[in-house]
């Protein structure tokens, strides 16, 4: 579990203010406090955190001489510049499910010849706290063209500990010739001229 130092915000300060000034407002949030608390980080601090976890990450954040054990569930980012913008996070509650996701990540990608189309990037699942995760890597080293991965093959959807939300039938990846591939893509340009949309609906 990874630990941030957190600050009580200044709520004097809007957030664009904050972020001149070096930090990134956030917001702790659950069932169990009696109201959101406002935190700040310094914006350093969050840009070396986020190269190693997402939302779905576990998070300690220790704020004063409290500890908060929580889910980072959100993350928003500044349009153009794509910086961190505000972060939020919920309290884990032991012996209580919480909805999450984990990014789907494909690794060995550059060992298949042929195409590699991802369809699925991001499971959302319902877990309890010890069973959350937020990352799957699928090695893709030995796959070969016409494989096909669905949601209910991968090895979580196995686990009774774990309730997956998203559809069991997705398909996470398929394989296919580069030709293939490519017909695909301009068939899908040919439906989108062939079906424009009316303005006056």
Known sequence: MAILNAEKRNESLKGKQLRKQGFIPAVIYGKDLEESLMIQFPQN???????????????????????????LKDITYVPVVNEPEHLSFQTLISGEKITSTAQIILINKEK????????VHELSYRAFPADLFDKIEID??????????????????????IEIKTSPDSI????????KASDDDQGKGEEEIEAPVNEAE
């Open 112 to 119: 298949i010849a042929d195409t590699i189309l991802q369809s």
């Open 45 to 71: 601090e969050i840009k070396r955190f986020l190269k190693t976890n997402t939302t779905g990450s576990k998070v300690e954040l220790d704020l004063g001489d409290k500890k908060y054990k929580t889910l």
């Open 172 to 179: 996470v990846f398929s394989i296919v010739t580069r030709s």
């Open 140 to 161: 893709m080293e030995g796959k070969e063209t016409g494989d096909i991965l669905r949601v209910s093959d991968l090895e979580v959807a196995q686990n009774e500990a």
